[in-house]
């Protein structure tokens, strides 16, 4: 019979052999009435700490579902420090934006306003369960943060000089991404993505001269900003992070 689990959930709670843990509403709805699972049935859980477990169900109430985890099934791993700053875009856009940035492995999110960004809003409450969703489903073992927008001048103005800020420079000032990229191995970094307008002139003039930024080219065509995203953080997690690990994925 395979028990291997077919349903991998996010848990807030620490995940131990024995320990129990209580789904909030819409995770145990999820197992209990679309994946119709039944006392017994194996679900993997990770909590971006202890790794991955498979756990099991143990009871069932009207609005709740308590699990027990039996065994560590992989153990955490450190991941590559990568954040990705992106301007908020439409909201299909930005979907597919924190969506793919949790499959390609960012560490933290952080949606940013610049002079030309059309959203003044943003509901990082959403863009949290979209980017746990895809935690679960890519078989990641932690969930990216989503960090509470905000001007890009004030993240830039707390910097630590120490991580480096890749720049997707649309205006041509940058080098072809390889070219700048090849050779670099790991360490804190993030790529910084404009919204659909492009940065302003004076923006990305002053965002060239940081001392911590590379400004980079991504080929001779404009990209929408999603496209851009996944096109940077391919490139990055081929040449500097966890692609380069043969056999990929999994333990
Ligand atoms: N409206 C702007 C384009 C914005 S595209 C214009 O026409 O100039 C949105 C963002 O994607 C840009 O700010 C940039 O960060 C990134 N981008 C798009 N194409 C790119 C390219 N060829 N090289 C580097 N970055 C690019």
Wanted: charged share 20%.
């Amino acid at each position: 019979m395979d028990i291997s689990p077919k349903v991998r959930l996010f848990v807030d709670v620490p995940l131990a052999v024995g320990a129990p843990v209580a789904l909030e509403q819409s995770q145990a709805h999820y197992l209990l009435h679309v994946m119709r699972a039944e006392i017994g049935t194996p679900v993997a859980l990770f909590n971006g700490q202890d790794g991955e477990w498979a756990a099991r169900l143990t009871a069932t109430s009207k609005r709740g579902a308590t699990l027990v985890a039996d065994r560590q099934l992989r153990l955490q791993q450190p991941e590559p420090d990568l954040w990705l700053l992106f301007a908020p875009v439409k909201r299909a856009r930005i979907d597919i934006i924190v969506e793919k940035a949790t499959e390609l492995g960012v560490s933290a999110l952080f949606p940013v306003f610049t002079r030309h960004t059309a959203m003044t809003r943003v509901n990082e409450e959403r863009l949290r369960a979209i980017a746990q969703e895809a935690a679960e489903q890519c078989e990641r073992l932690s969930v990216p943060t989503v960090q509470t927008a905000g001007p890009l001048d004030g993240l830039l103005a707390g910097w630590q000089g120490d991580r480096r800020l890749i720049l997707l420079d649309e205006g041509g000032g940058g080098r072809p991404i390889a070219e700048a990229l090849a050779g670099q191995t790991g360490g804190p970094a993030a790529i910084l993505v404009g919204p659909e307008g492009g940065f302003a002139k004076s923006e990305l003039d002053a965002l060239r001269r940081l001392s911590f930024a590379c400004p980079v080219g991504l080929g001779p065509r404009i990209l929408r900003a999603d496209t851009a995203v996944i096109a940077a953080l391919s490139c990055y997690q081929a040449m500097c992070g966890d692609w380069r690990t043969p056999s990929g994925v999994r333990s």
